[in-house]
Structures are given as structure tokens and as C-alpha cells.
């Protein structure tokens, strides 16, 4: 046993209790003048979420405000204007979610909306399904569905499900751009189902999209159900408090002004530049002092409770896609960010806490505590020990296991699982995220990497259209041979023609006993 | 845009055609003497194999066999015994399914079961969640559910899906030891909502466990509806196609004997000791490669495929669990292991891909392309194009963006997903662990470091019935007070009592502004 922590445990324990939270970072290992050694930094980190948070433009190279903070305190808003937005906004969502509880809108065929298919990717869909799945119910009024990707059979097993419900379906398509093409494929599958099925789809659709979009356009255009605006200030990873995230949630029931005002309690919590009263900012030092500001280890995520699994896939986009940069403001190459993973304890105890404990010690473990079991009845598994008390067993038996062996953890607690602490969770990582960006001196709201490889997929596409118009018939030719004809990469050429191949009865293949020999043709 | 490195590609071009499968390793930048370099622990790799799959005790510490190769080829168990135990437990399985399948194993209310409760962790439930979500549909004959944690409101979420279906549920119980506290604990809870229900448990009960482990005789005793074996030579995170994993399947209506063949095929290219022409020692040989043989790269694993989502879970537990260790097979300190992480493309491209192609250089990415993109008549979403047109160009868009920022891929292809390239996925990662542990020197097939947790959770449990034994009534005591009077840790003794003030009415807690003056007592 290692000797008691206790002392030290005191001393850095921070507890909120108007949000029933806590942080401990006692058994992370920085030495004791660390955070004073910090300070000049933490001094620059919090005058740049001063800014932020006063409608500075945080986002310089889309020349952009920041706003997600003001989304759950409208009141703080840089004007009135985007004051109003928030609040008609929000109001506008309740209205709607009322409206279809009531059955005020309804299908065109059948009494009542009971399911939604959000049609998003990323920012658009990371949000709603971790707060569904940590905040729904079986008896919830309508029951969410997830189309997040541009995966065919993946589309055919949602819709598989649905069968003749989709009468009762509303579909939410989201996109900040208007123009994601998965979504938009998402979308365009939808609308032949509902054809297909004799249902008017325009009276099933609402978008949530940027104002003037191409997607609110249509939409506009075809005359569907309504539309809620994405905010230009508002970052797709941050939206899930804005129209993106407050839809889906009070559509299926949830109390968003709980989650919201979660969110607000943490945020005044954590704007306070008092270091040691702050979680954010030490969860964003205690990031910085584990992978030495270079993300030299892994945050591995354990939150103990089923409910909080999603938590690290929302936190793998928020924390990723924030702090992955090549290039620090002035410029300079530096290759930032810190990889996210984990899913839920005790599960993952039986899964690779064989190497945490063990093996390459690479990672920073954060547990997450939840303090109330259950909302049924307590019940217990053997003489005075329930089910939970065996979860809370295995989660600080884990951390002291790695602890004995120097890895390091945090531990976060929060009283139980409701809107309000799940708002107050979120928050908390935002203004982590952005005050280790500031310490790190990065742009934390832009993603300047994802371009790349969607152009190239563009060009992959582009180079499909003109090798399905070059394609002889029979024996066909090499991909060796069509790549000079059409100008392109003999390796994509052949790729293209591969998948084609699988799928379009059009295109034929004979397999050489290599690529640079197999033949492709026009059947 | 890159140099062409067709040639490349060509050269190192593997393809099964038996398997459809294709494993693309061009875009790992190892030097052209590597393979060479490497042939003397290769030799040590193809001979370590042979013996384990010739019956050695491969699991030295534990003096076991390791033959979970035998389960798809039972004419190589090292002895007829063994080879009859493979060959009678798959037929009972595929009997007991038909029999649930047709009624004739029918609960004791209703026609016929149409669901299956799993209730398992780890290896007991990594396995079947994995094949049930890449193989399921929404017409299988049972529906499958999962118990694979100790949460209580977990539990509860599971059985507010079921209602009154709990009367056409099968119970399948997993638990090789059959001692595990979790699969234990969701075992009490689903006997105590049959018994609510008034339902007879025993008529619903399946257990798959080690023969006369304490949940076999339990299961015996109680005259459980059937047992089926886990065989000592089979470790959790390799049961995949034992019992474990064969009898949801089968109860799914899946075609376990392709399973098994895709398996069995993939094992008999990757068997044999010619390193160009094997994808295992292939793939070992780049996780080497990436990390220096130490794990200093995370394996990022991005299946282009929604049904292939869970593989990432399933190869942490098999990856982590295995080459995550302390010591080498010398006794040497060398922190061994790889993290695993990913979810699926292009989905994932929306949430890290910006870190993975920027930020920290610190992984390898494995991409999965699926080349039939759907069961379904093709679907173009503009012309001439489909969904799945996008998902490949997505894929081959992102490799060429992180091949043009410095950053490794594999790509491995497989014809369509179905039961037998999901069994050769499986059976290509088995043996590339199984190699990689005999290039760095480790055992592969034991996890020491999983006790310690588990140790010290039953400490916790332990400390919590002294404590409740010991808590005097108003104004009760502090958390050190306790901790001297039970000889404990004081944390310890605050988190015990944090939790059970949480969640038992007969524990009661006084907060003071510290840890160190808040005073616990029975109400």
C-alpha cells in the first residue's frame, strides 16, 4: 500500500457545491511550485477567455467571434442582437418540441411524431448522441435515430429499423455549412425512402443550418416544417448548446434549461482567475504537466457509468479537433494536440487496464465518478452491498492500482447523471480545452487539417467520372494504361476501379495476379 | 500531390484472393533492408507459433495451452479429447439455437424466446458485441441485449427496454471463472426481476462458464435450461469463437460455420512461415516497425463501414490485454503494449482527423475499406454517383492526406462484410498479437496487472462493512477519525462514506468546507 495521500488529497481538492462537483488532481504528480511556475502562462490563458467571452475575434483566421459561452448566458452576449438570436432561438425550440408533444404537429399521416432521425456528422451529431444516450429514457416521446455517415448499408440498417414507422418520423437534418456531403447524402437517401413510402417529406423536415446555407435554402425552398439557425459565432465541436444539441434534446423531452443552466453554473465557476478554486484551468495545467504542453500522453477517459460512455467520443472531437495544430499562433511548426480514448468503467478494467497498469506508460487516466447509483430502488447483491457500491469499489481500487504503478490520474465526481451536471460536464471541457490552447498558444477554433482530405476525395471523385467515361469494353485496360490516358495516379486509378467494380454491374474487372495486371472494362 | 508510389504499392501488395482480402502496407515508410533486418525474430515468431498451436504451454505462468486456433480447425487440437470437445460443444450450440429457433425450447409463458439478455464483461461480451453489431439485423430471430458492467442504473436502463418481452428472454450468463463480481452482480439483479415478474429463471437461464466453476454448479444445482464449456485453453479476449461468441450467434441466426471458415481460412495463409506472402507477421511486423518496438505509436484503427464500429473496442481488449505488459519473457522491465483507439470513417474524420493529420505525430493509422457498399439496389445521390462512391473516395482521400503529412497507414480491404471476413478479421488480428508478442519477448496470453484493481475494489468493500459497523450516530466523525478507529487510508474512508451518504438513507453526511471536517454518521 502507498503511503496515505490524504494531506495532499486536502490540499488540491475542489469541490462546487452548488453543481455537486468535485475535482481531484491529487494523484497527479506535478511538483509542489508548479502551478506558481504556471502562472505567467495562466495569467495569458485567462485574459485571452476574457476576451473571448467579450466578443473578441478569438477565431482570427475566419476572422470570427467565439460565442458558445454566451449560448447558456445570453445576457453576456457582445450585443443585443446575438442576445435576441439566442433567446428567440431557444424559445423557438421549446415551442416546436411542445408542439410536437402535443400532436399541434403531427405527421400527415398518423396522430403524433415518435421518432426523429438527425442526419449530421461530427459537431452535428457528436453532441446529440452523447447527451441521448446519457439522458434518455425508453418512455421519452420520441425516440432518436442516427444517420452520421455516408455508409450505404449503414443507411439500410437505420432505416431497417423503422419500418412502417416512418410515418411517425421527424427528420433533422443539421449542417452548419449547409454543404457536408455526407449529410447531404443522408438526406438525399431519406427523401427517396419517404417517397417511396407515399410520405411527404418536405412535412417531416426541419433543418438546423447556417442562415443562407445551401441546405437553408432548400429547405427554404421546398417548404419544409421549420428551420433553426446555426450561429456563425458557434463552432460545430461547441454546438451542442445552440439549436444543434437543444433540438434533438427537447424533442426527446429533456430539460434544456436544466442543461443549459448546468452549463452556466460551471461556466461562473470557472471564469473566476483564481487558479485554485478553478477546475478548468487545472484540469488544462494538469493536461499540460502530464504530456509536457506537447500532448506526450494520452487522456484516457473512464467514466464509471454507463450512461457517460459517448462522453469520450464527444471529448475525442472536442479536445482533438481543438488542439491537434501544426502551428502555434506566430507560425511556428509544433505539431500540438493530445489523443483521446476510453469508454467506461469497470468495463474497461476488462479490456486494457492490463496495459494501463503494466505496460507503456503513455497515458493520463481521467476517472469520472458518479455519486448516485440508481433512481430505482436501492438493492443489494449480497448482505449490504449493492451493485454500485462494487462500481465505486473498482473505481478507486483502479486508481490506486495506477497509482502504486506512477500512472497518473484525475478523478472528477458528480452528484448523479441529469441535464444539469451533463450541461455543467460539458462546459467544464470547453473552457479546459480553450484555456490549454491559450497555454500552449494555439488557435483552439479552427481545423485547417480537415480540408486536405476532403479535397482529395473530391479529386478520387472527379477522376471516377472521367475513367467511367475513358473505360473500354472487353479485354479492357490496365490501371497503369488509364491513369496516362486520364491523368491521374496509377494507384488511384486503380482503387476507383476496384470499388466499381463491387458495386456497379457496369464495370467489370478481371484479376491479374497483380494490380499492375488486372483489366478493367465497360461490361 | 505525392510522387506516385505505385510501385510501391505493387511491391508490397498482398492479396487472399480465397478471402477477398487485401492488406496494403506501401504507405509505411520502413526501409527496404527491414524485412530482411527483422527475418531472425521472425524465425523466433513462426517457431513460437507453431509450437503454440502444436499444444505447448504457451501461457507459462499460467501452465496453460493456448488453442484457440483449434476452435476453427478442431483436426489440429493437439489430442482427439480436445478436438471432440470443439467439435461436440458446436454442434449442442447449433442444436440448442434451433431449438430455441423452432420452439422446442420455448419459455414457460409465450410461443417462443425473442430475445437474448447477455450478461458478461470484458472477453465474455467484447466478442459477441462486436459480431452482433457488424452481423446483426433487424429480422433475426432473437434480439440480442448486454449486461457488461456493474452500474445500477445500467441494469436499470437495460430492463426499462424489455417491459413484458422479459417473458421471451433468454438469459446467457458468461463468465469463464464464473466468479466475476460484475457478470455476478448483473446475474442477482435479472434472477430478482424474473422472480418480480413472476417468471421461472432457471427456465430461461444459459451459462457458459469453466466446467464445476462456481457459476456451473450454480447453474447445475438450480437446474439451469443448458451449460456450455469455456475450455481452460481459451483466454477471454480469444473466446470469440468458442461457446462465447458461437451461441449469441447462433441464437441470432447467424451462419456460425462461416464464421468459423473465414477463420480458418485466414489462418491457413497467415500460417505459413513465408513473411510476403503473410498479413500476419505483415501487420506485426508494421506495428514494430511504427513504434520501434516499444508502442511509441497509438494504433488508430478507421473502418470505412458503420458495421464495423466496434472493432476498435474488440482490439483494445485483444491488443492492450496482451502486449500490454510489464516484463519481458527474460523478466526484464519493458513496458510493453500499443494503445488502441478509432471508431469509424468517414465519421471520425469530422471529430480527429484535424489531429491526426496536424497535430501530435504520435500513432499509425489503420484504415478498413469494405468493397461492397451495400445489400441493397445501388442508389445514386447525384448522377453517377452513390453514397458509397463517397465513403471510398473519403478513405482513399484521407490516406493520401496523411501520407502527404508524414503520417503511416495501413490499409487492409476485405470483399463485403459477413460472417466469414468478420471471422478472418479476427483470426488476421489473433495471430498478428500472437507474432508481435514473440518479437518483442513477452507473454501474450496472461494478465497479471488486472489483479491489482480488483485486489484493492475488494479492499474498499471490505473497509465499507467496517465502517458501517463502525459509524456512531449525530454529530458522527471525520473521515480520519473513522480511518484510525477501522485501521484504514482516510481518503479511502471519505470516498466509502461519500458514496453510501449518496446512496443509502441509513448513511448520513455533514459537509464542512474540507474533506478533513466533514462528520459521517448513521441516521
Redesign the interface.
Known sequence: ?AS???QR??DY?LQY?DIGFSLDISRMRFRANFLEEMAPRVEVAFRAMQALEGGALSNPDENRMVGHYWLRAPELAPNEQIEQQILETNARIKQFAADVHSGKIRPTKGETFRHVLLIG???S??GPQFVCDALG???APLKLHFL??????????VF??F?TALAATLVVVISKSGG???T???M??TE?RFKAAGLDFRMHAVAVTGIDSELDRHAHKNGWLARFPMFDWIG?RTSVMSAVGLLPAALQGLDIDEFLEGAAAMDRQTRRPEVRRNAAILLALMWHYAGNG???K?MVILP????LMLFS?YL??LV??S????RDLDGNLV???????G?????????????????????FATFI?V??????E??E??E???????????L???R???D??DRESITISI?A?NAFTVGALIALYERAVGFYGALVHINAYH????E??????????AL??RL?QQLPARPGRS??EL?ATVGA????V???L???A???VAIGWA?GS???RDKFFRT
Open positions: 500500500m496515505s495521500k490524504w488529497f486536502q481538492f457545491d456528422i461530427g459537431g451529431t457528436l429514457s425508453a418512455d452520421d455517415n455516408t455508409d450505404p448499408d449503414g443507411f439500410d440498417r431497417a429499423q419500418g457536408t456531403k455526407e447531404r447524402n443522408g438525399v437517401e427517396a460545430g506537447r500532448g506526450e494520452d464509471y457509468k454507463d450512461r467520443r475525442q472531437q482533438m479537433e488542439l491537434g495544430k501544426e505539431h500540438q494536440g493530445i489523443a483521446v480514448y469508454n467506461k468503467g469497470s468495463t474497461d478494467q476488462h479490456a486494457y487496464v492490463q496495459q494501463l497498469r503494466d505496460g507503456v506508460p503513455n497515458f465518478e455519486q448516485k447509483d440508481r433512481a430505482t436501492r438493492f447483491v449480497e449490504g452491498v449493492t451493485s454500485g457500491d462494487y462500481l465505486q469499489g473498482f478507486r481500487g483502479t490506486t492500482a495506477l502504486q504503478n452528484a447523471v481545423q485547417p487539417g480537415v486536405a482530405g476532403k479535397k482529395a476525395a473530391t479529386e478520387i471523385l471516377q467520372r467511367k490501371a497503369e491513369a495516379d496509377a494507384e488511384d486503380y482503387h476507383v476496384r470499388h466499381l463491387a458495386n456497379d484479376s497483380l494490380p499492375g
